[in-house]
């Protein structure tokens, strides 16, 4: 297992920004492939964003155009730039890492909460 700690959540309005922030423990972050995932209440954690040791990168449809995700390694952090929210995006958003950058979670975070008001 890897320790994660996400922060930066929050509450804002829509059409505002936040941007989280994923500390990660692991002796090698920058071999890993991490990825933001959000979930709501009653309802499976869905995949936001994910970002491969390469920075390639892959996106939920439902944000995508409004949501960047990053990774800093020389700081063990992984981002995600969040701008043009909308109501829908409020829930709480764990920080993964993935086997592969399509592959499942195998360490998570204990999550951040983000609220957007209408």
């Known amino acids: 297992q890897v320790r994660l700690e996400e922060s930066g959540g929050g509450s804002v309005q829509a059409g505002g920004s936040l941007r989280l922030s994923c500390v990660s423990y692991a002796s090698d972050f920058s071999g890993n492939v991490m990825a933001w995932y959000r979930q709501v209440p009653g309802e499976e954690r869905e995949l936001v964003a994910g970002?491969?040791?390469?920075?390639?990168?892959r996106y939920a449809a439902s944000v995508k155009g409004r949501f960047t995700i990053s990774r800093d390694n020389a700081k063990n952090t992984l981002y995600l730039q969040m701008d043009a929210l909308k109501p829908e995006d409020t829930g709480v958003y764990y920080c993964?890492?993935?086997?592969?950058?399509?592959?499942?979670?195998?360490?998570w975070g204990q999550g951040t909460q983000v609220t957007i008001s209408s």
């Open positions: 970002i491969a040791k390469s920075g390639m990168t």
């Open positions: 993964a890492t993935l086997t592969a950058l399509f592959g499942s979670p195998w360490a």
